[in-house]
């Protein structure tokens, strides 16, 4: 299986940054998308940022122009710079791999979230 961690949250004052990463292990053959989502308390999981099969990125209109997501493909690695941190950005944040393994099935597989909280 192919695990993931997640690392880089914390404390940031409104309009400050972070940069999260998310580290693989695991017999990666190939991936087909890889991307950031986001959990804030009481709300539904939803999509931040990703990575299609290719390098074609894709947004959600709430964080474009200040989160930028970037991979290192020989490191099966993926970073999330946030920057312009808003309150509502207050969330734990999730990486997802969906790929295949080494002579074996397809996987999906989630990090265990790394929190972020954006004080006013």
């Known amino acids: 299986q192919v695990q993931l961690v997640e690392s880089g949250g914390g404390l940031v004052q409104a309009g400050g940054s972070l940069r999260l990463s998310c580290a693989a292990s695991?017999?990666?053959?190939?991936?087909?998308?890889m991307g950031w989502y986001r959990q804030a308390p009481g709300k539904q999981r939803e999509l931040v940022a990703g990575?299609?099969?290719?390098?074609?990125?894709y947004y959600a209109n709430f964080v474009m122009g200040r989160f930028t997501i970037s991979k290192d493909n020989a490191k099966f690695t993926l970073y999330l710079q946030m920057n312009s941190l808003k309150p509502e950005d207050t969330a734990v944040y999730y990486c997802?791999?969906?790929?295949?393994?080494?002579?074996?099935?397809?996987?999906?597989?989630w990090g265990q979230g790394t929190q972020v909280t954006v004080s006013a």
């Open positions: 695991g017999s990666i053959s190939s991936l087909n998308a």
């Open positions: 990575f299609s099969s290719g390098a074609s990125t």
């Open positions: 997802n791999y969906r790929g295949r393994l080494w002579g074996g099935p397809d996987f999906d597989s």
